[in-house]
């Protein structure tokens, strides 16, 4: 079985940062892209960033220069600090982990629950 599950969204108020948490667990063989996605409500599901098993990057518009994708490969995790946060990155987060379970020789995309980022103004 592979877990994914985020942390660390939250309230705070416009101009202010947080740091968004996610960790693959479980029979896990090999991790490839680690991603972000947001929904807003009303809106369709939208990428944020991404970040490649050898550490490139890549950003959304919407968030360039304001956030950051990392990823720290010993523990399966992937980060996304966020600054300078505006009302309009409300939105529920969900982190996307590209990888191959022990169970299969084919990677798939698996999913967290979401973590809900509200802005406030």
């Known amino acids: 079985q592979v877990q994914v599950v985020e942390s660390g969204g939250g309230l705070v108020q416009s101009g202010g940062s947080l740091r968004l948490s996610c960790a693959a667990s479980g029979s896990i063989r090999s991790i490839y892209t680690m991603a972000w996605h947001r929904q807003a409500p009303g809106k369709q599901r939208e990428l944020v960033a991404s970040i490649s098993r050898d550490g490139r990057t890549h950003y959304v518009d919407s968030g360039a220069g304001r956030f950051t994708i990392s990823r720290d490969d010993a523990k399966n995790t992937v980060y996304l600090q966020m600054n300078s946060l505006k009302p309009e990155d409300t939105a529920v987060y969900y982190c996307?982990?590209?990888?191959?379970?022990?169970?299969?020789?084919?990677?798939?995309?698996?999913w967290g629950q979401g973590t809900q980022v509200t802005v406030s103004s």
């Open positions: 996307n982990v590209d990888l191959t379970p022990f169970s299969s020789w084919h990677p798939a995309a698996y």
